[in-house]
């Protein structure tokens, strides 16, 4: 298998890509399928090299006929192998139907599915449908996808060829049913679905192979998005000069920590204190000023009544983060009121986000962080309708508010202020608790007051959080605290 590209693709684009290597490069496609075959098959060896009985799920399409190479690759290894037809087999044409055809001259035919338990063999290979599929899966289709699920609830290996079978190539949403796959091979070009949206809960490992198409080829298309891979440890800023001092480093104020929601403020704070600002202030409620300062001195705590005393403090910081723990009542408004009429660059998330969805407002120096429910507030919509098109989500929000869009949630996508979508695909399910967050808009603060623009700091910062996340997860995923990525944060910056 190859590295992972950093580009990646909508399923259309892909398709142009095979049509340029076919059409004008003259790569017979018949070629690319058994190239597709054998890139899975070997994948399959590498992943389940005791497995003894391979079961294909073929369909009608090419997808199809990737798989019924890969049986017959299967076959001649010596392994035991049973073919099932799913769907009308007349409709197979061109390239797919001479793989079915070669596949049964040596021996090996393809059996209707009609309902057939597959848990009986050692791994199932998914060659149902690829990634054309636009409408809701149903008939045979999803039985054939809900037996596969089954057997691989029992024990079964699971590989998928291209995408899992009822994931959206684009978005990552299933259509009414898919295949939980343990690995994908994914052929020429990365499908962006299986990055974000639902598609990393339905394909546990991608694995890429370019089928050896010319690397000129990509240089016809611009990329969906931009898989970002975290930096090596202390590539994130540079390293410090011998005689810098805290002025630096920048100063990030964090404002919030409404009644009872001290904590997000602080962690916000503390956040930006390990990735590096110089100095950091938090305004808070005052009675939450004395427990702050006892439990983290270095954080220069202010109580503040009301956004006069928060003006007399805008002067003297570099960058404002607002919103952890600010809650939505009068104080929270007056707070967000003075921050957006001043001319700092701003990182607004949580209730920050909320009061902004009431009364919308554009900027070109700000990073808005919204996870699903905070962007479907921000853009009128259920959460739903997020989810089931994240990409689309992220670009309308930035389009509508200006600057810089981190949208949270499995496969962040980071939208800039030039439109440029970038994707992170670090990080893990622990990181589904509270105070997470919080501690992205200190870090993203952080790398702002250091001198990083907007897009850089929302996309290095992104990747930092989910860095740490990942390194803090080794120790388990259940009981993950956002405290934890503090000595992370730390190790990462080198």
Not at 6 to 31: F, K, M, W
Not at 251 to 262: N, R
Not at 342 to 353: E, K, N, T
Request: charged share 20%.
């Amino acid at each position: 298998m190859k590295p992972l590209p950093h580009s990646l693709y909508r399923a259309e684009q892909v398709r142009e890509l095979d049509r340029i290597a076919i059409d004008e490069l003259g790569i017979p496609g018949l070629t690319l399928m058994q190239r597709a075959g054998r890139a899975a098959f070997e994948a399959l060896r590498q992943r389940w090299p005791r497995a003894r009985h391979i079961g294909v799920l073929c369909g009608s399409g090419n997808n199809g006929g990737d798989g019924f190479v890969l049986a017959s690759l299967a076959q001649a290894a010596g392994l035991r192998v049973d073919v099932w037809q799913v769907g009308d087999a007349g409709r197979t044409r061109g390239d797919a139907l001479s793989a079915r055809q070669q596949m049964e001259a040596a021996g090996l035919r393809a059996e209707a599915f009609v309902g057939q338990d597959l848990s009986a063999v050692d791994v199932l290979v998914d060659g149902l449908l690829g990634t054309g599929l636009s409408g809701e899966v149903s008939g045979s289709w999803r039985e054939a996808i809900e037996a596969v699920n089954a057997a691989g609830e029992s024990g079964c290996g699971v590989l998928a060829l291209d995408i899992p079978s009822g994931l959206h190539a684009d978005t990552g949403a299933v259509l009414g049913a898919a295949v939980r796959a343990q690995v994908c091979v994914t052929f020429i070009g990365l499908k962006l679905g299986l990055f974000t949206g639902q598609g990393p809960d339905y394909c546990a490992e991608v694995l890429f192979n370019d089928l050896d198409v010319p690397p000129k080829i990509y240089a016809r298309l611009i990329p969906a998005a931009t898989r970002l891979a975290p930096p090596e440890a202390g590539a994130y800023l540079p390293p410090r000069r011998a005689c810098a001092h805290k002025g630096d480093f920048g100063h990030v104020l964090v404002v919030g920590g409404d009644h009872s929601m001290s904590g997000a403020a602080r962690l916000a704070g503390e956040a930006a204190l390990r990735c590096g600002a110089g100095l950091v202030s938090l305004v808070t409620r005052p009675e939450h000023v004395a427990a702050i300062s006892a439990a983290r001195p270095e954080l220069m705590c202010h109580g503040v009544g009301d956004a006069i005393a928060l003006k007399s403090l805008l002067h003297r910081a570099t960058v404002l983060a607002i919103g952890p723990g600010l809650g939505q009542g009068a104080w929270g408004r007056q707070l967000l009121g003075a921050a957006l009429a001043s001319r700092l660059p701003l990182v607004v998330d949580a209730d920050a986000l909320n009061l902004l969805a009431a009364e919308p407002a554009r900027r070109a120096q700000w990073v808005l962080t919204p996870h699903p429910g905070e962007a479907a507030r921000l853009l009128g919509q259920t959460t739903s309708e997020i989810q089931a098109d994240r990409l689309a989500a992220a670009r309308a929000l930035q389009q509508k508010y200006g600057g810089v869009v981190v949208l949270k949630g499995a496969g962040t996508l980071i939208v800039d202020s030039a439109g440029d979508v970038s994707l992170c695909s670090a990080g893990n399910p622990g990181m589904a608790s509270g105070g997470m967050g919080d501690v992205l808009t200190g870090v993203i603060a952080a790398l702002m007051a250091q001198g990083l623009a907007c897009d850089e700091a929302a996309r290095r910062g992104v990747c930092l959080h989910a860095a740490a996340a990942d390194r803090a997860a080794a120790a388990g995923q259940h009981g993950l605290l956002a405290s934890d990525l503090f000595p992370h944060l730390r190790e990462l910056f080198g």
